[in-house]
């Protein structure tokens, strides 16, 4: 079975947690956090410590903090030639020390601590120095998701903006959405069916042919009354922004 220390504690340290005690093939021996009390409902007291220096041998350490710690948090860790995985989407394998060997494994998903998913439908991005240690990833990233991928730094940078346009902007667009039906007294629970589809359709859909709207058939009409209702500037600008984006986009179609 494979040993695996966790190094960090939160959201996607947690996720992680809960996705390895479901398997087989792998144990989580300890966790390292400052706070201890994020992860005691997920691991003995005894599993987890706050002292690099107290860290067990394992087969594999994956770092799971800020992408502005990655690099301190890998020297710290005391062994050398050991596989050690970061799962940040944006910064290079090679930020960590060079006194293990080095490797990724990152969950391309939106967590939540206090919200549950099924981590078999996760994706989960692999990369290594060595052919090695990238069947050792893959086989463990099998045993907790149905999904996995080989991608290189440069991919996965690519993928983690691609993720922001598809999940943080979108996000903050249902925000927009909401603030909205706020100001004009209307539920926004109106809008949910219409979001669940429009997410539905690019299971089957290219995005380019799932666009519908009135920037789509190049509407001035009613893009004019929309700018008219929206009394906030940002939410005009973002919507002139997004409107030419995709009248431009279907021009060069």
Do not use: W
């Not at 394998?93 to 494994?105: C, H």
């Not at 969950?107 to 939540?112: K, R």
């Not at 927009?176 to 039906?181: A, L, V």
């Amino acid at each position: 079975m494979l040993k695996v220390v966790i190094i960090g504690s939160g959201n996607v340290a947690q996720h992680l947690i809960k996705a390895f005690a479901k398997s087989k093939a792998v144990t989580v021996i300890q966790a390292f956090a400052r706070n201890k009390n994020n992860l005691t409902y997920l691991l003995d007291s005894h599993q987890i410590t706050d002292d690099f220096s107290s860290l067990k041998e394992a087969d594999l350490y994956i770092i799971s903090v800020s992408d502005e710690a990655i690099n301190e948090v890998s020297k710290q860790i005391p062994f050398s030639k050991k596989l050690v995985a970061h799962t940040s989407g944006s910064v290079a394998m090679n930020e960590l020390s060079d006194s293990n060997r080095k490797a990724v494994f990152y969950p391309l998903q939106t967590l939540s601590k206090k919200k549950e998913i099924d981590f078999k439908e996760v994706p989960l991005c692999l990369e290594a120095e060595n052919e090695s240690d990238l069947q050792l990833l893959n086989e463990l990233a099998k045993t907790v998701s149905d999904k996995v991928f080989e991608v290189d730094s440069d991919q996965r940078k690519s993928l983690h903006v691609a993720a922001v346009f598809v999940s943080n902007f979108t996000n903050h667009l249902y925000k927009i959405g909401s603030d909205i039906c706020t100001e004009h007294q209307v539920p926004f629970e109106i809008l949910k069916p219409l979001i669940a589809e429009t997410a539905k359709k690019i299971q089957t859909l290219d995005p380019a042919d799932a666009q519908t709207g009135p920037a789509k058939r190049n509407d001035t009409s009613t893009i004019n009354k929309h700018l008219a209702i929206l009394t906030d500037k940002n939410q005009k600008d973002i919507y002139k922004i997004l409107t030419k984006s995709i009248i431009d986009h279907g021009k060069k179609l």
